[in-house]
């Protein structure tokens, strides 16, 4: 009896630990989604309003930032086909 509990036991900590894993990955693209979101509301302001590019490199540095600590971007894009209209 003793060693099925320690199974139950055992495979729950395993199932928590993968639990913490997917909350952390999930935190990790919503602060990087943020920082994209930022990014191109300061982009779109300097090129359409005159805003200074300050706020273009503070934000790029950011996503470096987070690229280093969380790794590259998998995204949501696909990996094939053509990219955006316009930005070839």
Do not use: C, I, W
């Amino acid at each position: 009896m003793s060693n099925f509990l320690d199974k139950a036991k055992e495979k729950a900590k395993e199932t928590m630990a993968t639990g913490k894993q997917k909350a952390d990955d999930f935190q990790a693209n919503r602060a990087q989604g943020d920082l994209y979101k930022q990014l191109g509301a300061a982009y779109y302001a300097e090129q359409r309003q005159g805003a200074s590019h300050d706020e273009v490199s503070r934000l790029l540095g950011l996503l470096d930032e987070h690229e280093r600590a969380h790794g590259p971007s998998t995204g949501d894009r696909p990996t094939d086909g053509p990219g955006p209209v316009g930005l070839a």
